[in-house]
């Protein structure tokens, strides 16, 4: 008998393919006999230099992968929970058979000359086309030049060894699995940058009728995630956010309890509308729907659509 074949499909980033990699040697440890084939894919989003809100929306990450899952060509995608669109449901026939235990959340700020936000001069050029970072950003440092910087993690840190910006933010857990963690000049506490929904979180799709994949990939799950993943996305599908929403959204487990966390930011940074909820006696979903009416009691919808039809 032949030994049983996964095929994992996955963006074709250095990034992307580190994820794969976690993947394969989790399932070495927990299905011995299978044998893991990788699909690599482009997607719009990669091939994308402009902006991130011009680009249209999350899903140029994921769409292209999901397409080869949806036509059978793969059995799974790996994807970070951060780039899955929000506002709306997973593509039809497809669900999440797990997340892995979460990485680091942090986002972290990384300058070839070595220096922290608070000594960047005034006028210094940061690059981010987060409109979360640069709202979070620019209230403490509305004197800093934001400007747009695309292209993935690898291709952002040669462009700030050629000076082409004096810094950047990044998240963490990204710098972590290409091994580039020695960049990183300062690290922002979630208090200090609350991160965005999803942070850290790789998520493993299948399509919803795959009992053999669901199988296999059940061991991989981690439950802690699992309820922090759930709390973050009820929370961000019930903003309506978009790619070019300013929203973050982090929940994590203080003494057994989960406590959610989450700020609407108007792009300048000048307002910003923060709630935190512990569950209680809530489901994860429900704390999530919870932080986000208590923002949208705020005026967080006025201020996610000025976001959004500001060019
Ligand atoms: N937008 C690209 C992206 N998607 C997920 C991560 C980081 C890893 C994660 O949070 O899972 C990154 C890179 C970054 O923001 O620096």
Known sequence: ???????????????ARAQVERVRSLLAQTSPDLEVEVVPVTT???????????LGGKENFVREVDAVLAAGAADVAVHCLKDMPGEKPLPPGMTIAGYLVRDDVRDCLVSPAGLQLAELPAGARVGTSSVRRRAQ???????????????????????????EVDAAIL??????????????TE?????????PVGAGILALQCRAD?????????????PTTWREAA??????????????????????????ELVLSGAVYSLDGKTALTAAEDSGAFTPADLGMSVALALVKQGARDIISAAASTP
């Open 187 to 195: 690290i922002f506490e979630p208090e200090v940058m609350l991160p």
């Open 231 to 256: 709390a973050e996305r009820m929370f961000l599908h019930v903003l309506q956010g978009h790619c070019n929403s300013p929203i973050a959204g982090y929940a994590a487990h203080v003494d057994d």
């Open 210 to 222: 795959d009992d053999a994949t669901l199988d296999i990939l059940a061991p991989l799950n981690d």
């Open 1 to 15: 008998m032949s030994s049983p074949v996964l095929r994992i499909v996955t963006r074709s980033s250095p990034m």
């Open 137 to 163: 950003l620019a209230a403490v440092r509305p004197d800093l030049d934001f400007v747009l910087f695309r292209g993935n993690a690898n291709k952002r840190l040669e462009k700030l060894a050629g000076g």
């Open 44 to 54: 719009t989003a990669d091939r994308w230099t402009g902006s991130l809100s011009a």
């Open 171 to 184: 998240a963490v857990s990204g710098l972590d699995r290409i091994g580039r963690s020695d960049a990183i």
